[in-house]
């Protein structure tokens, strides 16, 4: 399952992966990311939520490529991804070496609390 939300105000849109995802979904996922960029101001902020992921398909790698790629070319300045489990790390920072211009701050966070402390920090 996956969620997408935009938050035009905070210039920040987040992707929530959780339980069993498949590659149907993330392609899924995919459009509604697409539909949800040119909302968006450059600069904007990308928040990964992978606390409730419990497994991801293999195949979902090139739709979370392609998602990464689209935010890259829409100007995302920063990715914050909750990943409370290490183990839970799909390969998004491998991927985001290749699909991410190398000024694009990312930053692993282990729970929403520490991201959104990350996140106040950063607007005073």
């Given at each position: 399952?996956?969620?997408?939300?935009?938050?035009?105000?905070?210039?920040?849109?987040?992707?929530s992966?959780?339980?069993r995802?498949?590659?149907?979904?993330?392609?899924?996922?995919?459009?509604?990311v697409?539909?949800?960029?040119?909302?968006l101001?450059?600069?904007?902020?990308?928040?990964?939520?992978l606390?409730?992921?419990?497994?991801?398909?293999?195949?979902c790698?090139?739709?979370?490529?392609s998602?990464?790629?689209?935010?890259?070319?829409?100007?995302?300045a920063?990715?914050?991804?909750i990943?409370?489990d290490?183990?839970?790390d799909?390969?998004?920072?491998?991927?985001s070496?290749f699909?991410?211009s190398?000024?694009?701050?990312?930053?692993?966070?282990?729970?929403?609390?520490?991201?959104?402390e990350?996140l106040?920090?950063?607007?005073t």
């Amino acid at each position: 399952m996956f969620g997408v939300a935009l938050n035009q105000d905070e210039n920040t849109l987040t992707i929530s992966y959780r339980g069993r995802v498949t590659h149907d979904e993330t392609r899924l996922c995919e459009e509604e990311v697409k539909l949800a960029l040119p909302i968006l101001e450059p600069d904007f902020r990308l928040i990964v939520d992978l606390s409730g992921l419990e497994t991801m398909d293999l195949s979902c790698s090139p739709c979370i490529a392609s998602i990464m790629e689209r935010c890259n070319a829409a100007g995302v300045a920063e990715v914050l991804r909750i990943i409370p489990d290490p183990s839970r790390d799909i390969g998004l920072q491998i991927l985001s070496f290749f699909h991410y211009s190398p000024d694009v701050y990312v930053h692993t966070c282990e729970s929403l609390a520490e991201a959104n402390e990350l996140l106040e920090k950063q607007t005073t």
